[in-house]
T-cell receptor
Framework: NAGVTQTPKFRVLKTGQSMTLLCAQDMNHEYMYWYRQDPGMGLRLIHYSVGEGTTAKGEVPDGYNVSRLKKQNFLLGLESAAPSQTSVYFC???????????FGEGSRLTVL | GQQLNQSPQSMFIQEGEDVSMNCTSSSIFNTWLWYKQDPGEGPVLLIALYKAGELTSNGRLTAQFGITRKDSFLNISASIPSDVGIYFC??????????FGQGTELSVKP
């Protein structure tokens, strides 16, 4: 039972470097999401996708890009990492007909 | 914009005690969800509520969808050490996106 899988789990970047976080789900869910979690801020939505080939901005999209070329994968990219992007990133997915999100285990990113 | 207030922010209780936490919103929600997050893990869904007044249990956990549709609470009875973690409420207004509360951090002393 893989569910939602995120890679990598940990990464350290220098300011200005780029990287991509990969999220894969094996539940055939239509919707996928990327959140960031910071102390005292709860979960904030970065970008989301309502289906293959479509993406939309969330609450805090600046500095991030996403792509959903395949239904099961949702990629989060940082083109030029900044220290403010140090956070724990969570991917989530949900089926079309319910509101219940299923989360991955998180990816901890540190930008020096 | 819509806001979700979750309280308390943290709780320190003795094993065996009951726990109560709640969330209130500034607008009407169609869905309330309660999640638990263990250290180093992603949030896991505990209870989902879809109807005003709905009361749902999952073992020692009970959650209710408030009649006004602007609040929800979660109760944990007879707490045990493995209840430690952060509990999040999340609500969705009609046609809108899911909004998360700030979380309630629960500590249980054996």
């Amino acid at each position: 039972n893989a569910g939602v899988t995120q890679t990598p789990k940990f990464r350290v970047l220098k300011t200005g470097q780029s990287m991509t976080l990969l999220c894969a789900q094996d539940m055939n869910h239509e919707y996928m999401y990327w959140y960031r979690q910071d102390p005292g801020m709860g979960l904030r939505l970065i970008h989301y996708s309502v289906g293959e080939g479509t993406t939309a901005k969330g609450e805090v999209p600046d500095g991030y890009n996403v792509s959903r070329l395949k239904k099961q994968n949702f990629l989060l990219g940082l083109e030029s990492a900044a220290p403010s992007q140090t956070s724990v990133y969570f991917c989530a997915s949900r089926p079309l007909r319910t509101g219940e999100l299923f989360f991955g285990e998180g990816s901890r990113l540190t930008v020096l | 914009g819509q806001q979700l207030n979750q309280s308390p922010q943290s709780m320190f209780i003795q094993e065996g005690e009951d726990v109560s936490m709640n969330c209130t919103s500034s607008s009407i929600f169609n869905t309330w969800l309660w999640y638990k997050q263990d250290p180093g893990e992603g949030p896991v869904l505990l209870i989902a509520l879809y109807k005003a007044g709905e009361l749902t249990s999952n073992g020692r956990l009970t959650a209710q969808f408030g009649i006004t549709r602007k609040d929800s609470f979660l109760n944990i009875s007879a707490s045990i050490p493995s209840d430690v973690g952060i509990y999040f409420c999340a609500g969705r207004p009609r046609g809108g996106k899911l909004i998360f509360g700030q979380g309630t951090e629960l500590s249980v002393k054996p």
